[in-house]
Structures are given as structure tokens and as C-alpha cells.
């Protein structure tokens, strides 16, 4: 099992910047890769950033791409979604996820542990 607790989400302005953290614990985490998620009321759960067991390799989805950047600590068992140019769009849960598969993969089927999901909130 592996128990993942996000954190640093809250409320700001467009163009703001914020960074998100997920804490892992249980199994090892340099062996998950880790992925970001997204989701707004009344629409489906999509996909935001994935990055590999090292951290040599990352996927974002095109809306995040050149904005925010995923980067992971296996000293600390962390992985950080940092989001700058926010736009009021970027407003969901965002649930941090873990896959013990070995591609980083943009699809939820192929992430076995998720967490409760942190508010985050950008106006306009």
C-alpha cells in the first residue's frame, strides 16, 4: 500500500503562482511513478503531469504545458506540481496519484494509489 497526502493548495489570483506537494508512505516510493490529476465539479477526472521513477522524464497535458512543472524528492518521498501563470481554468481538486507501472502514464486506469485530493482556486 502506499498512503499519499497532498498539500499547498488554497486560493489566488490569476497569474499567481502555487506549488502543490504529495507526501507518499508505505512502499518505496523511488519505485512508483507519479502523476498529477485534475478535477472540476460536474466533469471528468483529466490528466495534468506525470513524471518517471528518477525524475529524467515528464509528460504534461497540453493546457499545463510551458506553465506548470512536476518534479519529485525520492530523499523525501515528494512529488511537487509547481504552477505558475494561473488562470481561473486551472480551479479543481488536484489529486496526486501513484502507478507501479513502469511508463509514466496520462490515463487513471493505469494509477494504482490516489490521495484525497487539495483544493485549488484561482480568480479572475
Known amino acids: 500500500q502506499v498512503q499519499l497526502v497532498e498539500s499547498g493548495g488554497g486560493l489566488v489570483q490569476a497569474g499567481d503562482s502555487l506549488r502543490v506537494s504529495c507526501l507518499a508512505s508505505?512502499?518505496?516510493?523511488?519505485?512508483?511513478?507519479m502523476g498529477w490529476f485534475r478535477q472540476d465539479p460536474g466533469k471528468e477526472r483529466e490528466f495534468v503531469a506525470t513524471?518517471?521513477?528518477?525524475?529524467?522524464?515528464?509528460n504534461y497535458a497540453d493546457s499545463v504545458k510551458g506553465r506548470f512543472t512536476i518534479s519529485r524528492d525520492n530523499a523525501k518521498n515528494t512529488v511537487y506540481l509547481q504552477m505558475n501563470s494561473l488562470k481561473p481554468e486551472d480551479t479543481a481538486v488536484y489529486y496526486c496519484?501513484?502507478?507501479?507501472?513502469?511508463?509514466?502514464?496520462?490515463?487513471?486506469?493505469?494509477?494504482?494509489?490516489w490521495g484525497q485530493g487539495i483544493q485549488v482556486t484561482v480568480s479572475s
Open positions: 496519484a501513484a502507478a507501479a507501472g513502469i511508463r509514466p502514464g496520462i490515463h487513471i486506469y493505469e494509477y494504482n494509489y
Open positions: 508505505g512502499r518505496t516510493f523511488s519505485r512508483f511513478v
Open positions: 513524471i518517471t521513477f528518477s525524475g529524467d522524464s515528464t
